[in-house]
C-alpha cells in the first residue's frame, strides 16, 4: 500500500512539473477595461492608509478604477478612519458597511452587488501592491472567454526560521496553483489576489450553498466558474508586476490559526481535481508518519525510512523549483529539506484538527 501511495504522488507530481507555460500573450498596449477594486476588511486601522497610498500609486488610468471597501464589523476604529482617508484621497472611492451579515463572502457579495465595472479585482487590506499590480491583472481578460484571473502572493519578512518555513510552505502552494493552472485544472486561489468578471459571478452563484461557511471567497469562486464554464476560464498571471506581498504570521498560534481556517473549509469541497489531488497529498503525508512510527516499532528499517523521506522530497523541491525566480524562496535547498521533516505531522495534525476545532479570526469564531 506504501509503494503505491508513493506511485501515485509520484504520478501527480510529475504530470504537475512538466506542465508547460501557456504560449498565449496579450498586447502590453491593450485597452485597458475600467475595474472595481474590492477590500473586505475588519480591524484593519493599522494598513488601511497605506492600502489607499498602494491604490492611488497604480498605473491604471484612475478615471477606470473604482476603489470600494467593505467594513465587517469592525471594532478597532478603522470604519471611522476610512471616513477620514475619503475625504483626502483623490479616487474613486465607496465606502460600505455590512449590516445583517458577517463575513468576506458576504463583503465580496455587496462589493459585487454595488461595483460599476464589469471587472472585479480583489485583494485584502494588509498587502502592498507594486504599481502596474491592476493593469497586469485585468490584462488577461482582453480574451472573452478568461472567467477568472490568479495572481501570486509573496511573504514578506525574512528574519527567523519561522518566518523562512512559512515561505517555504507558502511557495508550494504557489506552486500548485501556477501548475494546476497550466494544466487547466485549477484547484487553489489566495482571496488576497485575484480577479473576476461580474457577469461571471452572478451566473456561477458561486456562494449559493457555502455563504455561511466564513472562508473561502476565493477558492469557492474557482470551483463555482469550473462547473459553470470551460476549464481553460481560468489562469494564472505570471508576472512579476501581478504579485503582491502580505506579512507572515509572527506567532504561532495566529500561524496554527489561519491554516485550521484554511483546511476547515476543505470538507465542503466538491471539484474533483481538489478531491483527487488533495487526497493523494495527504495520503503521502500520513504515509510518512506511518513509516516513522513502523521503523520505531522495528516493523520497517530505518534505510526504508529514508529512502521514502527522500523520496518526497526531491519531488516537492522539484514542485517548487516550477515556481519564476521572482516567487522561489531564499535556501530553498536547504529550508525545503527541514520543512519535509516537520511537514507530515503538521499537515496531518491540522487536517485532523479542523474537523472539530473552530479558530478564531479578530475576535469572531470561524
Known amino acids: 500500500m506504501i509503494g503505491f501511495i508513493f506511485l501515485l504522488y509520484a504520478i501527480m507530481m510529475g504530470w504537475l512539473i512538466l506542465a508547460k507555460k501557456p504560449e498565449r500573450e496579450v498586447a502590453i498596449n491593450a485597452a485597458q477595461e475600467p475595474v472595481s477594486l474590492i477590500v473586505v476588511y ?19 488610468d484612475k478615471a477606470k478604477l473604482e476603489l470600494i471597501l467593505v467594513n465587517d464589523h469592525s471594532t478597532d476604529g478603522s470604519f471611522e478612519l476610512i471616513q477620514e482617508l475619503v475625504k483626502l484621497s483623490s479616487l474613486t472611492l465607496r465606502h460600505l458597511y455590512l449590516e445583517g451579515e458577517f463575513g468576506k463572502k458576504a463583503g465580496v457579495c455587496l462589493g459585487v452587488q454595488q461595483a460599476s465595472h464589469e471587472l472585479i479585482l480583489c485583494t485584502d487590506a494588509d498587502c502592498d501592491l507594486p504599481p502596474n499590480w491592476a493593469i497586469t491583472m485585468i490584462r488577461p481578460f482582453v480574451n472573452k472567454e478568461i472567467q477568472m484571473v490568479l495572481g501570486a502572493v509573496r511573504l514578506s519578512g525574512s528574519s527567523g526560521w519561522f518566518k523562512k518555513l ?70 494564472f498571471s505570471e508576472k512579476e508586476s501581478s504579485v503582491v506581498d502580505t506579512p507572515a504570521k509572527t506567532s504561532y498560534t495566529s500561524f496554527f490559526e489561519q491554516r485550521i481556517r484554511w483546511a476547515s ?102
Not at 475588519?42 to 497610498?53: A, G, Q, S, V
Not at 518526497?312 to 519535509?340: A, E, G, N, Y
Open 265 to 366: 473549509k476543505s470538507k465542503n469541497y466538491k471539484d474533483r481535481d481538489t478531491v483527487k489531488l488533495g487526497t493523494i497529498i495527504f495520503a503521502a503525508n500520513l504515509s510518512i508518519l506511518w513509516v516513522f512510527t513502523g521503523t520505531l516499532l522495528q516493523l520497517y528499517s530505518l534505510k526504508f525510512l529514508i529512502g521514502c523521506f527522500m523520496f518526497k522530497w526531491v519531488l516537492d523541491l522539484l514542485l517548487v523549483q516550477q515556481l519564476p525566480f521572482f516567487l522561489r524562496p531564499l535556501s530553498m535547498v536547504k529550508w525545503t529539506f527541514i520543512l519535509s521533516i516537520l511537514y507530515p505531522l503538521y499537515s496531518v495534525g491540522i487536517a485532523l484538527l479542523s474537523l472539530f476545532y473552530r479558530p478564531q479570526w479578530k475576535g469572531r469564531k470561524i
Open 166 to 235: 512559512q515561505k517555504i510552505e507558502f511557495s508550494t502552494l504557489m506552486a500548485i496553483t501556477l501548475l494546476t493552472c497550466r494544466r487547466e485544472r485549477a484547484i487553489l486561489s489566495n482571496g488576497a489576489n485575484y480577479a473576476f468578471r461580474k457577469g461571471a459571478f452572478e451566473e456561477s452563484k458561486a456562494y449559493t450553498n457555502n455563504l455561511k461557511i466564513n472562508t473561502g471567497d476565493d477558492v469557492f469562486l474557482l470551483h463555482a466558474l469550473k462547473r459553470k464554464f470551460d476549464k481553460s476560464c481560468i489562469v
Open 42 to 60: 475588519r480591524n484593519e486601522k493599522n494598513n488601511l492608509e497605506r492600502l489607499i497610498k498602494g491604490v492611488e500609486s497604480q498605473s491604471i
